[in-house]
């Protein structure tokens, strides 16, 4: 049985307080990450915002550190420590929502790590765990109008758009629509079949 905590480059690790302190704190430091992630005014974040962050993240259904699996590393127990480049979520809100089968992925990778196909990997495995772990029914993702990859990025995964809340956002001094897209567990299937 393959081991559920990797990917073909990637691990995924728990998010531990204080461990993760210091690498969440570079991580929302970094401003075109951080604006693309939060609708939050980019403020320079420091040692509190990142440990409340962690311990906000540690409710949700599933926050993994992601990480470069190290070489020749069979599994995540490794010995050896992996390399620490992104934070994934899958937010499924209150308990008293949760019977719905829904969750929202989360993805935030640094900069030097983006563009190398980690946020894709990680996203197609956060699908894979919530759909054939979690018992999730549907999986919504959604991209701010100013971050055009990321629109492409989850369409060509196989998301369905499905709102646009137009002027949503104001970010450089003008107002952005935020795009929402959604998968359902037979589509995810459909593209993927049941055990990938």
């Known amino acids: 049985m393959a081991d559920v905590w990797r990917s073909d480059r ?5 998010l531990d ?3 993760d302190e210091k690498f969440v704190k570079v991580l929302q ?9 939060t609708a939050q ?5 420091g040692n509190a915002h990142a440990k409340a ?4 993240l540690q409710q949700e259904l599933l926050a993994v550190v992601i990480c470069l699996a190290p070489l020749g590393a069979a599994t995540v127990s490794s010995t050896q420590s992996p390399t620490s480049i992104g934070i994934l979520t899958l937010r499924n809100g209150s308990p008293k929502l949760q019977h719905h ?19 894709t990997e990680s996203i197609k495995w956060a699908l894979q765990w919530g759909f054939n772990r979690a018992n999730l029914h549907r999986i919504e993702i959604g991209a701010y109008e100013w971050n055009p990859g990321a629109l492409k990025l989850y369409e060509r995964l196989g998301f369905t758009p499905e709102a646009r809340r137009r002027e949503r956002f104001f970010y450089n001094g003008k107002y952005y629509d935020l795009v929402e ?3 359902l567990v037979h589509e995810w299937r459909a593209l993927h079949g049941s055990d990938k």
């Open 10 to 14: 990637l691990v995924y690790r728990a």
């Open 17 to 19: 307080s204080p461990n």
């Open 29 to 37: 430091s970094d401003s075109e990450g951080f604006t693309n992630a």
């Open 41 to 45: 005014l980019p403020v320079p974040q």
């Open 53 to 56: 962050l962690i311990e906000l």
């Open 101 to 119: 089968g829904c969750a929202h992925i989360t993805v935030d990778i640094m900069a030097p790590y983006r563009g190398q196909g980690h946020g």
């Open 181 to 183: 897209f959604g998968m």
